[in-house]
C-alpha cells in the first residue's frame, strides 16, 4: 500500500521492549505490508542503537531530528516519506494482530476530501482495583478525537498545512493543532477499523504537577484557534477558574500574614478568611481526585499533596504561555531564518578560532529569541577561508561557533565552508551550496526561508538559491552592495520585523 509507519521515540530505556515489538509486528506482519517504517530518534544527542527487529518485510529507516519534541519528529518523518499516505504511531503502543491489513482497508478508496484516518485506542484498565489519577487521565486518550497514537494522514495536506506546528514542544495538543487545521481548510478526518493499546507508563509523584505545562500550549490554541478551540476540539472546559481562584486565596493569605503578624486585627480576619477559601477550595480539589480512585495511603498523600501545588503551577505556566505566545500567528510551515555569522549575529575578528573573543552584535539574542517564540528554525551559513589558508582549524570553527550557542541561544543547523575562493567549491558565498544544504536539513522550502547577512555576497547566495535576502549593513558593508539589496534593514530587530510581517515584497 502506499503509506509510511512514522514513529517518534526519544528512546526511553524502559520503552525499547514496546518499540522493539512494534517495530517487529509491523515488519513481520502480513501483507498488505506498509512501503516502509521510519523511526525517528529525536533524542538532543546519539545514544545507545535503537532497537530494530531482524525480520523481513518492510525497510526500516531511522533518521535523527535533534531533540525538538514531537512535532518536529513527525513532519522530519512524513517529509522523508514519499508516499500518498503517512500513519503516525506513537512509540508506546502495541499493535493489535493483523493492524497493517485493517490500516489499508481504512484508507482504500477514500474520497479525495478525506484528509485523515483515526484508529482506535485502547487504554486497559488496571487489575482488580481502581485507576489512580494518572491511570485515568492516560485512560481519557481512548475517547480523544484525532491523536497521533495512530493517525494516518495524506502527506499532500500535510505538506498543505505545513506540517504540525513545532511550537508545541511537548507531546500535547499538536495533533489537536493539525486536526482543527485541517478542517478549517475545508477537508474531512474518519474512523477506521484498526486498533492499537496504549499501556499506561509508571509516573513519578509529580508527574500531575508536571503536566500542568500544558497550560501554556492551551494559550497557543486558543491564540490561533481562538475561544471555541475547546469544543471543536472534543474537550471540555478545563479547570483554570478553579486553579485561578484557589492561587488568588492563597496568595492574599500569604500578603496579610506580615500585617498580621504586628497585631492588626483587619489583617487577621483577612488572612484567616482567604487561608479558609484556600483550605476548603483545595480540599474539595483533593476529593474529587481521591474519590473514584484506589485510594490507598500512598495515593490519597499524593492527591492531597499535588492538588495544593497544581493550581499555582496551573496560573504560572498560563502567564507564562500568555507571554510566549502574545503574539502567535497560525503555522504556515516551518519558517527558517539563515544568518550570516561575523559582522550579523557577532563581531567580526579575522579568522578567529578563539571562544574567548566571540562578541555578539547588539540585539542579536533578542532578535534570535523572538524568532523562536514565532516556532522560526534558526540557523547559520558561514564562510570560513582561513581553515583552507590555515590560520585556524575546522575544530576551532565548531568551538567558536559553541560558544555563539552560549551566548546566544540554541541553533537549529549549521553550515560553514572551509574553501577558499580560488577553491571553485560550490559552497562559499555567494554561491548557493550552503544555504540549500541547511533549508534540505530542515525540511523546508526555499520560500519559506530568508537569509540575513552583512555583505553583497550573503544576498547573492540567497538569490542564488531561491530564498529571500535581507541585508544589514554595517562600516563594511560597500555603499554598491547597499544599493543591490533586495531588501535592508538599520539592525536586526528590524530585520526580524521583515521577516515575521510576512511575505517579502519590492
Known sequence: ??????????????????????????????????????????????????????????????????????????????????????????????????WTQRLAADLAGLPPKAAGSQGHVTVPPPDGRRPTDWERNTAGLAGADWITADMAYRRGVLAELGGFDERFRRAYREDADFALRALAAGHELVRGERHVTHPVRPAGFWASVRAQAGNADDILMWRVHGAGWRARAGEGPGLLRHHVTTTAAGLAALAAVPAALRGNRAATAAAALAAGAWT????????????????????????????????????????????????????????????DRDDTLIRDVPYNGDPALVEPMPGARRALDRLRRHGVRIGVVSNQSGVAKGRITAGDVRRVNARVEELLGRIDVWEFCPHDGDDGCECRKPRPGMIERAVRRLGALPADCAVIGDIGRDIEAAAAAGVRGILVPTVRTRPAEIARAWETAPNLGAAVDLVLGGRRTR
Open 1 to 98: 500500500m502506499s503509506c509510511t509507519v512514522v514513529v517518534p521515540t526519544i528512546g526511553r530505556p524502559s520503552l525499547r521492549t514496546v518499540l522493539e515489538a512494534l517495530l517487529d509486528s509491523i515488519a513481520g506482519g502480513p501483507e498488505p505490508a506498509p512501503h516502509e517504517i521510519i523511526v525517528v530518534d529525536d533524542r538532543p544527542a546519539h545514544g545507545a542503537p535503537l532497537p530494530l527487529p531482524d525480520s523481513g518485510g518492510p525497510r526500516i529507516r531511522v533518521i535523527r531530528s535533534g531533540g525538538r519534541g514531537p512535532a518536529a519528529a513527525r513532519n522530519a518523518g512524513w517529509r522523508a516519506a514519499a508516499t500518498e499516505w503517512v500513519a503516525f504511531l506513537d512509540d508506546d503502543v502495541v499493535p493489535d494482530p493483523g
Open 280 to 339: 476548603v477550595s483545595t480540599a474539595r480539589f483533593a476529593l474529587q481526585r481521591v474519590r473514584p480512585g484506589p485510594r490507598t495511603p500512598g495515593e490519597v498523600l499524593k492527591m492531597a499533596v499535588t492538588s495544593a501545588v497544581i493550581p499555582p503551577a496551573a496560573v504560572r505556566h498560563r502567564i507564562r504561555g500568555l507571554i510566549l505566545h502574545r503574539d502567535a500567528r497560525p503555522w504556515a510551515g516551518p519558517w527558517v531564518v539563515l544568518f
